[in-house]
């Protein structure tokens, strides 16, 4: 699925702030490769079902024996094996006796020290990697993790890796053991050792994701093979909200577009970055925040929410609205399945320029059946114009009013929310009195 900076900065999914995107919410990988590795997987959303599949199969065969995952592979482990690599030391013997092993562990006391504090961290790495192999590696194994494991085993498969067979700790070892299994990694090993880590950078991804649909109790969304764009889901939500009220949806083909109001503060913006953030975590294979979801492989995913101008360019907000409309429409042209999410069209002009421009943009984007809109707006008064097309339907968020305090109920309702309440918003949190003293 294609998807470009702007939509992936829109959807806060890998947001270089860190804490706030959704990549830091779902990273619960044990080593930086890891880490890193999803982050790629982020990147490079998955283009057909059949890869989709492949991972949630593999998710799924890691939960099912999340127990046996091998606790001795650390982040500590992975950075001491590569400073071992980086590091000068003495020549280690290939063969050494018992006395000229306990000669260089004599003479060489700190090169030893790193070597047998290196080959420690080796030994429970490869150790792990042949559970993972035990464990998952199997005719039935899902093909993405069958695939990873078979390219490890035909690397670990070594006279030197039986010792690591037969002991479980690398201190059962001799001196001139361990001598030697330091000696083949150092200078034998180390180009098939950075492979090993590459490998488990992808399997500790893997596992990352699979906590993370744990954690956060995500489901497994059903991709279905169809030409059109499609999407169905139940009690969907926004995973890093911390009390969400889920949402029922449904797009297709006969009812593509979606055209959204509600007041400030309703749940407008929260809604289309939820359909977003979802649909991008189904194309990486991930589980999603809903009670159950329904797809069609989207080929690409675009947004419209955070535009700004450029002072440097001499850009205006409005300009690059435009722009990026313009961009949209290009993109989209061709024929492919897309998702298209707008979030409150030309901000960046005054009221009558933006209802004129917004049903324009509107009706030519209804001649579009190949992909799905959402678009949010205040203009409600558009609607009515638009309502003689059979493939936009009309949902609102409704703001109840109690005294002097807004309820929010964050239920979809059909039709069109004509409440403007901006000034009621300024007047409640003592703007108007401020600016009434003055």
């Known amino acids: 699925m294609e998807i470009d900076k702007t939509t992936l900065s829109d959807l806060s999914l890998i947001d270089t702030e860190g804490e706030f995107s959704v990549f830091h919410h779902l990273n619960l990988c044990r080593t930086i490769g890891g880490r890193d590795q999803l982050f790629e997987n982020f990147k490079r959303p998955l283009k057909s079902i059949e890869a989709i599949e492949g991972v949630q199969q593999t998710l799924q065969a890691i939960l099912d024996d999340l127990e046996l995952w091998p606790n001795q592979i650390s982040n500590g482990s992975i950075m001491m094996i590569e400073k071992f690599y980086q590091t000068s030391v003495e020549l280690i013997p290939k063969n050494a006796s018992k006395i000229s092993a306990h000669s260089y562990k004599l003479f060489n006391r700190a090169d030893f020290s790193l070597v047998e504090y290196s080959v420690g961290h080796s030994f429970d790495f490869i150790k792990g990697m042949q559970q993972l192999i035990n464990i998952f590696l199997t005719p039935q194994s899902p093909a993405p993790i069958k695939k990873v494991l078979a390219a490890v085993k035909a690397i670990i498969e070594q006279d030197e890796f039986q010792i690591i067979k037969k002991n479980n700790k690398a201190t059962n070892l001799s001196i001139a053991q361990q001598l030697h299994l330091g000696h083949f990694l150092k200078y034998q090993f180390k180009r098939n050792m950075q492979e090993l880590l590459n490998y488990y950078a992808q399997l500790d991804a893997w596992y990352g994701m699979a906590m993370a649909v744990k954690e956060y109790q995500l489901n497994f969304p059903e991709l279905v093979e169809i030409d ?66 329904k797809l069609s492989l989207f080929d690409g995913l675009l947004s419209n929410i955070n535009v700004t101008d450029n002072l440097l360019k001499g850009e205006s907000y409005f300009y690059n609205e435009v722009h990026r409309i313009k961009s949209t429409v290009e993109k989209i042209s061709d024929g492919r399945k897309w998702l298209i999410l707008i979030d409150e069209l030309f901000k960046g002009t005054n009221v009558e320029d933006a209802m004129k421009c917004s049903t324009t943009v509107i009706k030519g984007l209804l001649k579009m059946k190949n992909s799905l809109f959402i678009l949010s707006t205040h203009l409600y008064e558009i609607g009515d114009e638009l309502k003689i097309f059979p493939n936009i339907r009309f949902n609102y968020f409704e703001t109840l009013v109690k005294g002097d305090q807004l309820f929010f109920n964050y239920q979809l309702k059909e039709g069109i929310s004509v409440d403007r309440l901006g000034y009621f918003i300024l007047k409640k949190e003592g703007v108007v009195e401020l600016l009434e003293k003055l």
């Not at 169905?232 to 009220?245: E, R, V």
């Not at 029922?248 to 913006?269: I, P, V």
């Open 228 to 293: 059109r764009p499609f999407l169905q889901a139940k009690g969907l939500y926004h995973l890093q909200l911390n009390s969400p009220t889920g949402y029922d949806l449904s797009l297709d083909e006969q009812s593509n577009f979606l055209f959204l109001t509600g007041a400030n503060m309703a749940g407008k913006s929260t809604l289309i970055k939820s359909v977003g953030t979802a649909v991008f975590l189904a194309h990486i294979g991930m589980g999603v925040p809903a009670k159950n979801m």
